[in-house]
């Protein structure tokens, strides 16, 4: 049901006293019949309702301060930046969601840190082992190029050694 604007509300009003039933008006600005006189018969005026908006919890100058904060340091998280802002400042603190809703209207976004599993000995001496291959889809031999034929065979370069492997 849409929110009608104050035009549209003296409109209705107007369309009930001028004799036209209640159905054929709500059909018309489509909302229910008992909006259409409800607020007539509550308050006597079509005037909107004031909205309470709530208060913003920073100032222009945190919010600047935020921006700056990030572009200085862009892996600073949102936790980081809420703990300087609060430490700054100790009544009315504020949470991370809100420096991330703040960040998020200058375009800006905060990263976290990468979270992985730590390398055990084992493994680091693995991966160190994988990387003296280097694989090539292709093999030179001085001028011309010669391209497999078999996509699963690799040209090994280990240590300046030439090995063959396929199947």
Same mark, same amino acid.
């Given at each position: 049901m849409p929110r009608l604007r104050e035009?549209? +509300?003296?409109?209705?009003? =107007?369309?009930?006293? =001028?004799?036209?039933? /209640?159905?054929? /008006? &709500?059909?018309? $600005?489509?909302?229910? +019949?008992?909006?259409?006189? #409800?607020?007539? +018969?509550?308050?006597?005026? #079509?005037?909107? !309702?004031? !909205?309470?908006?709530? %208060? %913003?919890?920073?100032?222009? %100058?945190?919010?600047? $301060?935020?921006?700056?904060?990030?572009? +200085?340091?862009?892996f600073k998280t949102a936790g980081q930046t809420t703990a300087e802002i609060n430490n700054i400042r100790q009544n009315n603190p504020i949470s991370k969601w809100t420096v991330l809703r703040r960040l998020k209207t200058f375009g800006l976004r905060a990263r976290r840190p990468a979270c992985r599993t730590r390398l055990t000995p084992y493994n680091i001496r693995n991966s160190l082992i994988g990387q003296e291959y280097i694989h090539f889809g292709l093999v030179r031999y001085g001028i011309t190029t010669c $391209?497999?034929?078999?996509?699963?065979? $690799?040209?090994? /370069?280990?240590?300046?050694?030439? &090995?063959?492997?396929?199947?």
């Open positions: 035009n549209e +509300r003296n409109q209705l009003i =107007g369309m009930i006293r =001028g004799g036209v039933s /209640v159905s054929t /008006v &709500a059909h018309h $600005f489509n909302v229910t +019949r008992y909006v259409t006189l #409800q607020r007539e +018969r509550a308050t006597g005026s #079509q005037k909107d !309702r004031p !909205r309470c908006l709530g %208060r %913003r919890k920073t100032t222009d %100058r945190e919010d600047t $301060f935020m921006r700056l904060s990030l572009l +200085r340091d862009r $391209f497999p034929m078999n996509p699963s065979f $690799f040209w090994n /370069v280990k240590m300046g050694e030439n &090995a063959y492997s396929g199947e």
